[in-house]
């Protein structure tokens, strides 16, 4: 049974549904938006009735735009008439037909095509203080009351209904293609024997919160002792706005205690799971577009479709394999080196098995 998203402005002279709130970017198209507005004509005194989708940068708190300065800049925005009718009239669907039995005789619908070149819905993780909306890239679809599409005074908020919505990328259909590998092979000052580490997955693409095996081979001809492994997944965020910015986040890092004889060999996967439930607390952590009230997850990786021109914010991940490498120094001290390898990681989430039938 299909689910209904309804928002009614404050004076109750508009009322705005839709049928979803996920649209999904399949690369070469995305899904359009439909939906319905029900508006009541005698209480509009001679004004127009509007529906807008506009994606949008947010970079501070809301309460910053009383003192004068902007938190919100649209990176792509589009407007449509509903009243009096200007002409919109778009194939009815099977979404429409439900969302019109849901708003009556007054029911208006509209659909929305969403550029492809538009980046994904992605919220970056405020600190523990900070009130207000979340910096980040968000769709908000908005039906209002006004004497034309873009009116310079603000908007009364009675006069308005919105939805925030938001563009997600699904992984593709084929995730069999071989994952990435990488080798390193380092010899130490002191030794004429090196180290050779292979870290390579099994997979291209990952699942949120599946188990990743990090396949490890290691041949230490060095008489030395590898005495730890570790594995760090990194989050890159490059925000594009004014400048283009780049943060890297660590949002895992763990230690196995797995040692590694002089003169011996290693061949063995460890498992790694990378959650936002382990880094709650890090500001600045890309995760991906959050509705009021739901919980989301880390950010999936921003792949191929999105315009690098187009302001948003573009994600991706890697990992890290260190191996911790000591020596016996003079007087039994200890000193220690890193050996590492990097592989790319992408992280996204599986497309749904059905869809949910509209009744």
């Known amino acids: 049974m299909l689910r209904l998203y309804k928002k009614t402005s404050g004076n109750g002279t508009l009322t705005l549904y839709l049928g979803k709130r996920d649209y999904v970017d399949h690369v070469q198209n995305v899904d359009p938006i439909e939906g319905v507005v029900k508006l009541d004509p005698a209480s509009l005194a001679g004004r127009k009735v509007f529906v807008k989708l506009a994606c949008a940068f947010h970079y501070g708190r809301e309460d910053l735009d009383v003192i004068g300065l902007s938190f919100r800049k649209d990176i792509w925005v589009k407007h449509i008439q509903l009243y009096p009718d200007a002409g919109h009239k778009p194939n009815l669907t099977p979404m429409h037909v439900c969302l019109l039995k849901k708003a009556g005789e007054q029911g208006r619908a509209f659909t929305f095509d969403i550029a492809t070149n538009l980046p994904c819905s992605v919220t970056l993780q405020p600190g523990q203080d900070n009130a207000g909306k979340a910096c980040g890239v968000d769709f908000e679809v908005k039906t209002y009351i006004a004497t034309e599409a873009d009116p310079e005074e603000k908007l009364d908020r009675k006069d308005t209904a919105r939805m925030t919505v938001r563009k997600i990328q699904f992984a593709p259909d084929e995730t069999g293609a071989p994952g990435p590998r990488a080798d390193i092979c380092k010899s130490f000052m002191m030794s004429d024997k090196p180290v050779h580490l292979q870290a390579s997955l099994e997979k291209e693409i990952y699942y949120h919160g599946d188990p990743i095996d990090v396949n490890i081979k290691v041949k230490n001809e060095t008489s030395r002792t590898v005495t730890k492994i570790k594995?760090?997944?990194?989050?890159?965020?490059?925000?594009?706005?004014?400048?283009?910015?780049?943060?890297?986040?660590?949002?895992?890092?763990?230690?196995?205690?797995?040692?590694?004889?002089?003169?011996?060999?290693?061949?063995?996967?460890?498992?790694?799971?990378?959650?936002?439930?382990?880094?709650?607390?890090?500001?600045?952590?890309?995760?991906?577009?959050?509705?009021?009230?739901?919980?989301?997850?880390?950010?999936?990786?921003?792949?191929?479709?999105?315009?690098?021109?187009?302001?948003?914010?573009?994600?991706?991940?890697?990992?890290?394999?260190?191996?911790?490498?000591?020596?016996?120094?003079?007087?039994?001290?200890?000193?220690a080196s890193d050996i590492q390898v990097e592989l790319p990681l992408i992280l996204m989430h599986p497309k749904p098995q059905v869809d949910i039938p509209l009744m």
């Open 231 to 335: 594995i760090i997944v990194e989050q890159t965020t490059d925000v594009v706005l004014y400048s283009a910015d780049k943060y890297t986040k660590t949002v895992l890092s763990q230690d196995f205690g797995e040692t590694i004889d002089a003169n011996s060999t290693f061949d063995k996967s460890l498992a790694i799971t990378p959650l936002l439930a382990e880094n709650k607390k890090k500001r600045g952590l890309a995760l991906e577009g959050r509705l009021k009230d739901e919980d989301t997850n880390l950010a999936s990786n921003t792949i191929a479709g999105m315009d690098k021109e187009v302001l948003g914010i573009l994600v991706s991940y890697k990992i890290k394999v260190n191996l911790m490498v000591s020596s016996g120094g003079l007087l039994g001290g200890l000193t």
